[in-house]
């Protein structure tokens, strides 16, 4: 079962504003019946601030006079219909070591197969600088001799979706003659 952000200092506000008994709060809370009672008795000395939960979007106060007049019942988190929010960071990522070596051969692929990608959506990507892509571009790259195209999903450097999304937009700012074009090569290389 779910638990309210900050069960303890939650319990307390329910504590303090509410006739609930230690064992709904400690339901709702995910903390046991005794340590809602020695938040009661203020037996430990705590600086923490009681948290509302109808204020954070988590209880109503009708569930809570529910409950308030049935003894019985347990009070019931609300839930929200947001999609919950992904867990990766702006800015480049970590790579390991032994990956950082093969991000050329990423670079290389990306611009073989996918010319019209822009220098800064292949950085984005991949999280490599905008002067290694334009090397590689130009193959002035000092180890180009040891540069093959592999894919940077096979290499663990992006994943499909992320390739994929820039392919798309990349496409779309190309004229419709020329995404036509290249379509049509790309079904012909898929044949050969």
């Known amino acids: 079962m779910a638990t309210p952000l900050l069960p303890k200092a939650t319990a307390m506000w329910l504590l303090e504003n509410t006739t609930l008994t230690f064992k709904q709060i400690g339901a709702f ?17 705590t600086s923490m601030r009681p948290l509302d939960p109808i204020a954070n979007h988590q209880l109503t106060e009708a569930e809570i006079k529910r409950c308030e007049t049935d003894p019985a019942s347990t009070l019931k988190l609300l839930t929200t219909n947001l ?7 702006k800015g480049p990522r970590y790579t390991p070591l032994n990956k950082r070596s093969e991000k050329p051969d990423a670079i290389a692929w990306i611009v ?12 984005k990507v991949i999280g490599t600088t905008k002067p290694t892509i334009g090397k590689i571009r130009d193959k002035s790259h000092w180890n180009i001799q040891n540069i093959k ?19 798309k ?4 700012k190309l004229p419709p003659s020329a995404a036509i074009v290249e379509e049509q090569e790309g079904i012909i290389e898929t044949l050969s």
């Open 112 to 123: 073989k197969n996918h010319p019209e990608v822009s220098d800064a959506q292949i950085s």
């Open 29 to 45: 809370c995910g903390l046991h019946e005794l340590e809602i009672q020695t938040l009661a008795d203020a037996e430990t000395l």
């Open 169 to 172: 937009k990349a496409q779309s």
């Open 83 to 89: 999609p919950k929010p992904k867990s990766r960071t």
């Open 149 to 167: 195209p592999r894919h940077p999903v096979e290499l663990g450097l992006c994943s499909s979706f992320e390739l994929d999304q820039i392919v």
